[in-house]
């Protein structure tokens, strides 16, 4: 396996988890060192999930596509 997929495997994991604490935490109780982080703000920031997910999925799809054997 090539280092670039292993790579963005990792990175895609990474932001599918990003995503799911984006979507069911909310903002006060997000670790303090991610975007979005409120102490006084209750909300769950939807868009960071969503945006996290989306890249998430983009990148696992690819490391897919590149693990998979030419012909």
Known sequence: MKPLTIFTEVIGVVFVILAG??????????????????????????????????????????AWSASRKKG
Do not use: C, E, M, Q
Not at 35 to 44: S, T
């Open 21 to 62: 604490l984006y979507l069911f935490t909310p903002a006060h109780s997000l670790p303090s060192f991610l975007p979005g982080f409120d102490p006084n703000l209750d909300k769950i920031h939807y868009k960071h999930g969503v945006g996290s997910l989306v890249v998430g999925v983009a990148l696992l799809a690819y």
